[in-house]
C-alpha cells in the first residue's frame, strides 16, 4: 500500500508540472527451375548478344518502313530484358516466377518511365534465322506489332536465353527514360511498395496500373527523400513508413491518400502528417545514431544535462502533449525513451524515470520492458 501511495505521488508531481503498358495475353508454362550456368548451353554469349542487336535492327526497319522514329538501345532496358529472358524459361508469362507483374522488374534497375510494353516469346530453330523468325511472329500477332509500332516509345531493351534446344525472347519497350543509379523499388505480393537506396525517390516511378495494388510503403532508411507525386496516385494507399529522419519530403503539395505515416520525432515526414492532418506514429529510436556500446548514453537524460531527475520527467510529459513547442534531440529522444514499448515516448517513459526518485528503479534498470515496470507498479 505504501508503495502504491509513493507511485501516485509520482503520477500527481507530474500532472502539476505539465500543462504520421499494356501487355498481350501470353499462355503460362511452367519449367522447373534451372541454373544460370546452363541457360547458354550450345551457344555462345556473344552470338546471342549479336542476336539481341539483329532483333533492334529488325524493329527498327520496320519502324522506319511506317515513317517512325529509330528506338534506342538502351543498356538498362537490356539488362532487364535480359534478367527477364532467364525468368522466362523457369515461369514463361508475363508475370514473373514469384506472381509478380513484370513491371516490377523496372524497379530493380532504376527505371522510372511513363509508358512500358514488354513482348515474350519462345522459339525453336527450324533452319531460320533466329531473330528474323521472332521478329516476324511479333510482326503477325496484333499485340506485339502495336507494341513494336508505338510512336509513344523511344527506347528498347532485347535479353534472350537458350535453354533445352529453344530460344526464349524479351523485348521490353518505354518512352522518355529517368535512370537513377541509386534508387530501386519493388512491389510485393501482399501490395507493400518499397523504395530503397541512397538518392532521391524519382517523381515518377514505373506503376502504370500496378498503383491501385499499393496498399503499403516503406521508404528505405538512407532514402534522401519521398516524393508524393506517383504515391498521390496510389488510391489504396492506407499506410507510408520513413526509415530515414532525415528523409526531405519533396512534391508536398500533393496529398497522399495514405491515413497513417510512420516516422521520427521532429523529422520532415512528422512535419507533413501535421499539414496534411495525418496520423503519425513515432518510430522509437534512431537508426542513424550510434549504438548504445559506441557512446556514453544515460538512458533517462531527456534534457542533456547528464544526470536523470524529474525534471527529465517532465519534459517527456511536456513533449508528449505538444512536441511542436518542447524541443527534444534525436539524441534526448534516444536517451529518454527508457520503456521498450515501440510506441516512442510515452507517459510510461515519464513515469519510470520518477520511479527512480522514490527508489522503485534505478538508472541500471534502464532500458525496462514495459512487463517489467507494470511488476513494479502493481
Given at each position: 500500500?505504501?508503495?502504491?501511495?509513493?507511485?501516485?505521488?509520482?503520477?500527481?508531481?507530474?500532472?502539476?508540472?505539465?500543462?504520421?503498358?499494356?501487355?498481350?495475353?501470353?499462355?503460362?508454362?511452367?519449367?522447373?527451375?534451372?541454373?544460370?550456368?546452363?541457360?547458354?548451353?550450345?551457344?555462345?554469349?556473344?552470338?546471342?548478344?549479336?542476336?539481341?542487336?539483329?532483333?533492334?535492327?529488325?524493329?527498327?526497319?520496320?519502324?522506319?518502313?511506317?515513317?517512325?522514329?529509330?528506338?534506342?538501345?538502351?543498356?538498362?532496358?537490356?539488362?532487364?530484358?535480359?534478367?527477364?529472358?532467364?525468368?522466362?524459361?523457369?515461369?514463361?508469362?508475363?508475370?514473373?516466377?514469384?506472381?509478380?507483374?513484370?513491371?516490377?522488374?523496372?524497379?530493380?534497375?532504376?527505371?522510372?518511365?511513363?509508358?512500358?510494353?514488354?513482348?515474350?516469346?519462345?522459339?525453336?530453330?527450324?533452319?531460320?534465322?533466329?531473330?528474323?523468325?521472332?521478329?516476324?511472329?511479333?510482326?503477325?500477332?496484333?499485340?506485339?506489332?502495336?507494341?513494336?509500332?508505338?510512336?509513344?516509345?523511344?527506347?528498347?531493351?532485347?535479353?534472350?536465353?537458350?535453354?533445352?534446344?529453344?530460344?526464349?525472347?524479351?523485348?521490353?519497350?518505354?518512352?522518355?527514360?529517368?535512370?537513377?543509379?541509386?534508387?530501386?523499388?519493388?512491389?510485393?505480393?501482399?501490395?507493400?511498395?518499397?523504395?530503397?537506396?541512397?538518392?532521391?525517390?524519382?517523381?515518377?516511378?514505373?506503376?502504370?496500373?500496378?498503383?491501385?495494388?499499393?496498399?503499403?510503403?516503406?521508404?528505405?532508411?538512407?532514402?534522401?527523400?519521398?516524393?508524393?507525386?506517383?504515391?498521390?496516385?496510389?488510391?489504396?494507399?492506407?499506410?507510408?513508413?520513413?526509415?530515414?529522419?532525415?528523409?526531405?519530403?519533396?512534391?508536398?503539395?500533393?496529398?497522399?491518400?495514405?491515413?497513417?505515416?510512420?516516422?521520427?520525432?521532429?523529422?520532415?515526414?512528422?512535419?507533413?502528417?501535421?499539414?496534411?492532418?495525418?496520423?503519425?506514429?513515432?518510430?522509437?529510436?534512431?537508426?542513424?545514431?550510434?549504438?548504445?556500446?559506441?557512446?556514453?548514453?544515460?538512458?533517462?537524460?531527456?534534457?542533456?544535462?547528464?544526470?536523470?531527475?524529474?525534471?527529465?520527467?517532465?519534459?517527456?510529459?511536456?513533449?508528449?502533449?505538444?512536441?511542436?513547442?518542447?524541443?527534444?534531440?534525436?539524441?534526448?529522444?534516444?536517451?529518454?525513451?527508457?520503456?521498450?514499448?515501440?510506441?516512442?515516448?510515452?507517459?510510461?517513459?515519464?513515469?519510470?524515470?520518477?520511479?527512480?526518485?522514490?527508489?522503485l528503479l534505478s538508472i541500471e534498470d534502464f532500458p525496462i520492458t514495459s512487463e517489467k515496470l507494470q511488476e513494479i507498479i502493481t
Amino acid at each position: 500500500m505504501k508503495k502504491f501511495r509513493k507511485i501516485i505521488s509520482c503520477i500527481s508531481v507530474l500532472a502539476m508540472c505539465v500543462t504520421m503498358g499494356s501487355f498481350t495475353d501470353m499462355s503460362i508454362r511452367n519449367v522447373s527451375a534451372i541454373s544460370e550456368d546452363s541457360l547458354s548451353t550450345g551457344e555462345n554469349d556473344s552470338k546471342l548478344e549479336d542476336y539481341c542487336e539483329q532483333v533492334v535492327e529488325l524493329v527498327n526497319k520496320e519502324r522506319a518502313k511506317q515513317g517512325l522514329t529509330k528506338l534506342t538501345y538502351n543498356e538498362a532496358l537490356k539488362k532487364a530484358s535480359a534478367k527477364r529472358a532467364t525468368e522466362l524459361v523457369e515461369y514463361y508469362s508475363h508475370d514473373r516466377p514469384d506472381k509478380r507483374n513484370c513491371v516490377t522488374i523496372l524497379g530493380e534497375y532504376g527505371i522510372s518511365t511513363m509508358k512500358h510494353a514488354e513482348n515474350i516469346a519462345t522459339t525453336y530453330p527450324h533452319g531460320v534465322n533466329p531473330p528474323e523468325n521472332v521478329v516476324n511472329g511479333w510482326l503477325n500477332s496484333s499485340g506485339h506489332r502495336a507494341n513494336i509500332l508505338n510512336p509513344d516509345y523511344k527506347n528498347i531493351g532485347v535479353g534472350i536465353a537458350y535453354y533445352n534446344g529453344g530460344y526464349y525472347w524479351v523485348q521490353i519497350f518505354s518512352s522518355d527514360i529517368i535512370l537513377s543509379d541509386d534508387v530501386t523499388w519493388g512491389l510485393d505480393n501482399n501490395g507493400t511498395l518499397t523504395v530503397d537506396g541512397t538518392g532521391d525517390m524519382p517523381d515518377k516511378l514505373s506503376l502504370f496500373s500496378l498503383r491501385d495494388n499499393v496498399r503499403k510503403a516503406v521508404i528505405g532508411e538512407n532514402m534522401k527523400s519521398m516524393n508524393c507525386y506517383d504515391l498521390s496516385m496510389c488510391k489504396n494507399l492506407s499506410e507510408i513508413t520513413v526509415l530515414n529522419p532525415e528523409c526531405q519530403i519533396n512534391n508536398s503539395g500533393y496529398n497522399i491518400k495514405a491515413d497513417t505515416i510512420y516516422g521520427y520525432a521532429g523529422s520532415p515526414a512528422q512535419t507533413y502528417a501535421k499539414d496534411k492532418n495525418k496520423t503519425f506514429v513515432t518510430i522509437s529510436g534512431n537508426p542513424n545514431q550510434t549504438t548504445t556500446t559506441d557512446r556514453n548514453i544515460i538512458y533517462g537524460d531527456a534534457d542533456g544535462d547528464g544526470k536523470v531527475s524529474i525534471a527529465d520527467a517532465v519534459l517527456i510529459m511536456q513533449y508528449i502533449i505538444n512536441h511542436d513547442d518542447f524541443y527534444i534531440s534525436e539524441e534526448c529522444l534516444y536517451s529518454a525513451d527508457v520503456v521498450n514499448t515501440g510506441d516512442g515516448l510515452t507517459t510510461m517513459d515519464a513515469l519510470a524515470i520518477q520511479l527512480i526518485d522514490i527508489n522503485l528503479l534505478s538508472i541500471e534498470d534502464f532500458p525496462i520492458t514495459s512487463e517489467k515496470l507494470q511488476e513494479i507498479i502493481t
